[in-house]
């Protein structure tokens, strides 16, 4: 039982990358960035996990897992980050926070 | 002999290290009597070693003791070791034996004075580096006394740091001294190269063997550290200003101990010297200029402590002819003598100051004859002393040199005279000036015990001190030098002036020196009015012949200018323009980058995402 080629995965993984790649760039609410960020990470778990069932092995596997741990950790950061903003009122908008321009 | 000598070397540095270790936690009388009591230690130990020596054999009265290796280098090995021969013993005795007193006479003095415990311990200081000086085993320790006595007649001259007047004089003294040192230590360079050996006996062994060029080289180096510390001509301007120390200091440094270690040093390398005929000369030439060159603007000064200061610069330059010339235990006992009188003059007129709350302008001082009658007996005592009267000590030694020298010394004899009594005469003579009336001190009068017993003590000195020798008939100050100082070339032998010669020009020089008075007396005493002299004469004394000036313009002048020339041309704009160049270029820089900083988020993951697709281009198209 081999399911579909390999490059349909690749396909599906290429589009959810896209689409949190365009999230990433265009929406302006720091939570959907976050969201957005999410799909991207979500597209590279799926080319890797697509890889490892092709080469046999259980590497992309592992990668994968490991790249869920960054991304629950991530998550949790960014969450943090958004919570600490919104306590202080601070407009939710990633074009608002500019403190850092040079 | 030697264990008493260590001594004698350590006691002062015991007491300096005592009082500075223990500050506030001793009273400052306690500090005085301690200086006081390890340089009277010190004396006693001289005085033992010195019966010691008397004890043995005259062949036999030379001891050289090694502590340990101090350093070593190649085959060069350098001990602590200190020589104890009749040359350092006599100058052990005159630098503890006068440097007791003084520092006795310094309790009194400085009493009032709120720093008396830095002064006691640096006077203690002194008397262990001009020890160390005149105990040196081999040229490097006596390099190391060198500079210390330096350190601490620096230390000394500026005592009253609050004075700007006095730090510059103090730093002009280092200077000085300074520019003699490193003429000295490239002697000492060239003797390793050529003897390999820094030791007095091993350099002294080979002092024939020098080339002509070599000696008369090295004994040049070691006539400049001698010149500058003690104050001839050229390198002698310092000494006058030195006077901005107390007048203790003045009196043990600048009179009777440091400024005398130039003559101390040609006696104790007489056989270099005499290796060098020509630089032997040149020491009695310089010698006989800078008497009758100080014996003149001695003339003309106004400070007390001024004028004794230039007499001290003769007396000293009578030594240099008596060294340069051969008669070296002639000249110590002039040093021996001399610094009797002149610590006893300098003390006196330290009684004067203190009487007069710190005027030292001779102007303003008069008929201090009746109001400080002990002082004056003091004062008259030195100065005749000093002006060679028998039968006073500068009688016995002053002629031993005038004989062996003439012409310039007997000039000398009438200029010494003529400065020393015109000092007496305006100070003492007539009647007391309003100046004197309104400040002298009624109630501490002159001074107490501790200032008045130990100039008394001087005062004795200076009329027996003498005594030891007597030309033609007595001489046993020679005799004990003799095995040291004895010459050693058969072509140089001095014409030993016989017996008859000797007392002639003791009558000349007698004569002279009552002469000087005389016209002192004239001038001074029965008049009591400024002399007139021709302008330019006066203008050229006043400025002491203009050496100052002189030293200025050769340079002070051009290298204050160079270095002004190099703030504005180079320091400006090479050093800091390009410090402030790399500064003001890294923030440009800054501020041009800092414009990448948007602080739109967007900007920051739309070019993450542009450069992650190059990358990919270049790996797809690289592959």
């Known amino acids: ?95 608002k926070l500019t403190t850092l321009r040079g | 002999m030697v264990a008493p000598a260590w001594i004698c070397l350590l006691a002062p540095l015991a007491g300096a290290l005592a009082i500075t270790l223990l500050g506030r936690r001793i009273s400052r009388r306690l500090a005085g009597l301690l200086s006081t009591g390890s340089v009277a230690v010190a004396f006693a130990a001289a005085l033992l070693s010195f019966l010691a020596a008397l004890g043995r054999d005259p062949e036999d009265r030379e001891a050289t003791s090694t502590a340990w290796t101090w350093l070593s280098a190649g085959d060069l090995e350098i001990g602590l070791s200190i020589l104890v021969d009749p040359l350092s ?24 004075d709120p720093e008396e415990r830095r002064f006691f311990a640096y006077m203690a200081l002194f008397v262990f580096s001009m020890l160390t000086l005149v105990l040196a085993g081999n040229f490097l320790i006596l390099l190391v006394g060198w500079g210390l006595v330096g350190l601490a007649s620096y230390l000394l001259i500026g005592f009253h740091h609050e004075r700007t007047s006095a730090v510059a004089a103090a730093k002009k003294a280092f200077i000085m001294n300074a520019v003699g040192d490193a003429a000295f230590v490239l002697a000492f360079f060239l003797l390793i190269v050529e003897t390999g050996t820094l030791d007095y006996a091993g350099v002294f062994g080979q002092a024939d063997e020098l080339s002509g060029t070599v000696a008369t080289l090295v004994a040049l180096g070691l006539l400049g550290g001698a010149v500058a510390k003690s104050a001839q001509i050229p390198l002698h301007t310092w000494l006058p200003d030195a006077m901005e120390g107390p007048t203790p200091v003045s009196a043990l440094i600048h009179a009777a101990t440091m400024v005398t270690a130039g003559v101390y040093l ?65 000249g110590m006992f002039h040093l021996m003598t001399h610094a009797f009188f002149k610590a006893l003059l300098f003390l006196a007129a330290g009684i004067v100051i203190h009487a007069l ?103 004795v000195l200076a009329v027996v001190g003498g005594a030891v020798q007597i030309a033609g008939i007595w001489h046993p100050f020679a005799d004990f030098l003799d095995p040291i100082v004895a010459l ?92 402030t160049g790399v500064s003001s270029g890294a923030r440009g820089l800054g501020r041009g980058v800092g414009h990448a900083q948007t602080g739109y988020l967007r900007t920051y993951a739309l070019a993450i995402a542009a450069g992650v697709a190059v990358l990919a281009l270049v790996f797809v198209s690289v592959r």
């Open chain 2, 266 to 330: 040609v006696a104790r390398m007489h056989p270099l010297f005499e290796a060098a005929p020509s630089v032997q000369d040149l020491t009695a030439i310089l010698g006989a200029v800078t008497l009758l060159f100080a014996g003149l603007v001695a003339l003309v000064q106004t400070d007390i402590k001024r004028v004794i200061a230039y007499s001290t610069m003769s007396q000293i330059g009578y030594m240099f002819v008596a060294v340069g010339i051969g008669a070296y235990g002639n």
């Open chain 2, 357 to 459: 709350l710190g005027e030292q302008d001779m102007r303003q001082m008069g008929g201090l004859r009746r109001l400080l009658p002990r002082t004056w007996v003091f004062m008259l005592v030195g100065a005749l002393a000093l002006a060679g009267m028998p039968p006073l000590s500068g009688f016995f030694s002053k002629d031993a040199i005038i004989a062996s020298s003439l012409a310039a010394g007997l000039a000398g004899a009438l200029l010494t005279g003529i400065y020393t009594f015109r000092l007496i005469f305006i100070v003492f003579g007539g009647e007391p000036s309003p100046s004197v009336r309104e400040r002298l001190h009624t109630e501490h009068g002159e001074g107490p015990v501790s200032m008045t017993a130990t100039v008394a003590v001087l005062g």
């Open chain 1, 1 to 95: 039982m081999r399911g579909p080629d390999v490059t349909w995965y690749l396909a599906v993984a290429g589009v959810l990358f896209a689409t949190g790649s365009l999230g990433v760039l265009l929406r302006r609410s720091p939570l959907i960035v976050l969201l957005s960020l999410e799909i991207m990470l979500n597209g590279a778990n799926l080319a890797l996990i697509a890889f490892a069932r092709q080469q046999g092995d259980a590497e992309g596997q592992i990668f994968a897992l490991a790249v869920m741990a960054v991304a629950a950790s991530e998550v949790v950061v960014g969450l943090g980050l958004i919570v600490a903003l919104a306590r202080r009122n601070v407009a939710l908008d990633v074009d």
């Open chain 2, 89 to 112: 013993l006599v100058m052990m005795l005159v630098v503890t034996g006068v440097g007791a007193l003084i520092v006795a006479y310094s309790i009194g003095y400085m009493h009032d």
């Open chain 2, 488 to 579: 050693e070339r058969e072509h140089l032998a001095l014409v030993e002036p016989s017996v008859t010669e000797d007392w002639v020009t003791s009558a000349l020089a007698v004569g002279l020196g009552l002469a000087g008075i005389g016209i002192a007396w004239r001038l001074y005493g029965a008049g009591r009015r400024e002399v007139a002299a021709p302008r330019a004469v006066r203008h050229a004394l006043e400025h002491k012949l203009y050496f100052d000036e002189l030293y200025n313009g050769l340079f002070y002048w051009p290298a204050s200018g160079i270095a002004r020339a190099f703030r504005s041309l180079v320091e400006g704009p090479l050093i800091g323009g390009s410090v």
